[in-house]
């Protein structure tokens, strides 16, 4: 094993165990927590195939911002293992069944692509200037359409916000 | 060391930069303790701290020691891991920033062989600080939070809801200098700042984003969570803010933090927008001394700059009353984004116009 697969692996099993660990935890903040670490050792993947704009933008986006947010709501709403309501069985086995489902349809997904694998060690396809030019030239058009949903989404959360407002 | 194939050398080089690196910063945190306790004193027609050695010199080293030696109180209703790790999440994320800062040009030994006074020069450097900063809001909600305490609560809620509302600004006041400088590399922003005067006109960033810098420090005063922003730890409100159920030694973790990231945050600004270690006439001086000199001469340039930042938001701290929570939010939100959105504008128009 080189330090690349050493590294591969440690990821992984972070990944994956702390994964496990924000469906498993009673504890909504722990939850939230894992999934933290979740996102870290993604971006370390994203690092080991050089691309360290998206590692570092992943890191920024979603562990620095969205999963604050996410903190905010669950440390306000006062959350505790014992407050957690209890599920009844019916909807716990429809949990299961859909996410089988899910897991099954993304495998068999995966195995009939015929995408190429990526040469993970030598690729230098995520650095921020190649992902720049790919962004703005083959895919100028999703991005922009993007860019007008995350408009859409701030439109709507301000009309939302100032619903209550009391009439002079 | 069959696992790592990495040139030892290189790793020992590394090794001992960092810990220069990290071991300097510690100490100018510690005298900057010092230092803001006499600014303040002098601005308040005091003496301050001169018991401790000549002219208090040796307080700091009682302050840590004290701390130290405190008893170590945890909240039975606190949570007990959360607890730790908020103020060790802190110190982690304040240390790691520097990492990326560029100290000092290039010193090339007699033999050849270059060493790059930078720990890691990443091609993203100036991202890295940013994700950094972004992920050391967590050593505050998480102490905070863990605290089990409605005040701590609240500050700590209120100090992410700053640094998350100021980091927009930030955000887009660099990208204004981003376009200019075309790489996103700390070294790259340093280097094009070669010297002072060039083609006519100034070369460091300040003389080029003047509005980009005034909005790139306000923001800086808000992720420091320093007055006139300090609301999370606005005492009249919140008793003290996040840290309020700590003691001892994680007490000092985080109010040393803070006093790393006032450094780390005075060396970003110098270098993006101040020349890092550039001076007028550097050639003329490069020409006439060694290279070791010269290298050291760079070193201090850098250092000086950092310590006026320093003073200046010690001044700042000591000038201003504290903003209210709605006016703070108001002047994140309503002035410095639409501030930062115009300047980015401005010089995209301009570099796609004026200056082909």
């Not at chain 1, 058009?141 to 009439?167: D, H, N, R, T, Y």
């Not at chain 2, 993203?124 to 600080?129: D, E, V």
């Not at chain 2, 996040?242 to 060396?267: D, P, R, V």
């Not at chain 2, 309503?334 to 570099?351: E, H, Q, R, V």
Request: aromatic share 12%; proline share 3%.
């Amino acid at each position: 094993m080189n330090l690349y697969e050493v590294l591969f692996w440690l990821l992984t099993v972070v990944a994956i165990g702390s994964a496990l660990g924000v469906i498993l935890s009673r504890n909504p903040v722990s939850s939230v927590l894992f999934l933290i670490v979740t996102f870290f050792a993604v971006s370390g993947h994203y690092v080991l195939m050089n691309a360290q704009f998206l590692a570092i933008v992943n890191i920024i986006v979603y562990a620095g911002a969205i999963m604050v947010l996410f903190l905010f709501v669950i440390m306000l709403m006062n959350l505790n293992a014992d407050a957690e309501p209890q599920k009844n069985r019916l909807v716990q086995l429809a949990g299961v069944l859909s996410g089988g489902i899910l897991f099954l349809v993304v495998l068999a997904a995966l195995k009939t692509s015929s995408n190429n694998l990526l040469e993970q060690t030598a690729t230098d396809i995520g650095l921020i200037k190649n992902l720049g030019m790919t962004l703005f030239t083959k895919f100028v058009l999703p991005f922009e359409i993007s860019s007008v949903l995350f408009l859409s989404a701030m439109i709507g959360a301000v009309v939302l916000g100032k619903k209550g407002e009391p009439q002079k | 060391m069959l696992l790592l194939q990495i040139d030892t050398a290189i790793i020992l080089e590394k090794l001992i930069l960092a810990s220069v690196i990290l071991l300097g910063s510690l100490g100018i945190a510690m005298y900057a303790t010092w230092g803001e306790r006499k600014v303040a004193a002098i601005m308040q027609d005091r003496i301050g701290p001169n018991r401790a050695g000549p002219l208090g010199l040796l307080q700091p080293l009682a302050d840590g020691g004290k701390l130290f030696f405190k008893e170590e109180i945890i909240p039975d209703s606190a949570t007990k891991f959360l607890f730790i790790l908020g103020p060790a999440l802190a110190m982690l994320t304040a240390c790691m920033t520097s990492a990326v800062i560029p100290w000092g040009p290039d010193y090339v030994t007699e033999s050849g062989h270059v060493v790059a006074l930078q720990v890691a020069d990443v091609n993203i450097g100036i991202l890295y600080i940013f994700g950094v900063v972004s992920v050391g809001v967590y050593g505050m909600m998480l102490g905070g939070w863990a605290s089990n305490n409605k005040f701590s609560l609240l500050s700590s809620i209120r100090a992410a809801a700053q640094a998350v509302s100021y980091e927009l600004a930030f955000g887009i006041s660099l990208v204004a200098l981003l376009m200019m400088t075309g790489s996103l590399s700390m070294r790259d922003i340093v280097e094009q700042q070669h010297g002072f005067w060039a083609d006519g006109y100034f070369t460091w960033n300040f003389f080029k984003q003047p509005l980009g810098f005034f909005i790139f420090l306000v923001c800086s005063f808000a992720e420091l969570n320093r007055a006139p922003f300090d609301l999370a730890e606005a005492e009249s409100e919140l008793n003290m803010g996040y840290h309020l159920e700590y003691s001892s030694m994680k007490l000092g973790f985080y109010l040393f933090a803070e006093y790393i990231n006032l450094f780390i945050s005075s060396a970003v600004l110098a270098t993006l927008y101040f020349g890092g270690y550039n001076f007028p006439f550097m050639d003329a001086v490069a020409a006439a001394v060694g290279p070791l000199l010269f290298t050291i001469i760079s070193v201090l340039v850098l250092l000086t700059k950092v310590i006026g930042f320093i003073l200046f938001f010690m001044f700042v701290r000591w000038t201003l009353p504290r903003f209210r929570y709605d006016q703070l939010m108001k002047l994140g939100w309503k002035s410095l984004i639409p501030l930062a959105l115009f300047n980015m504008l401005l010089t995209g128009g301009l570099i796609l116009w004026v200056f082909k």
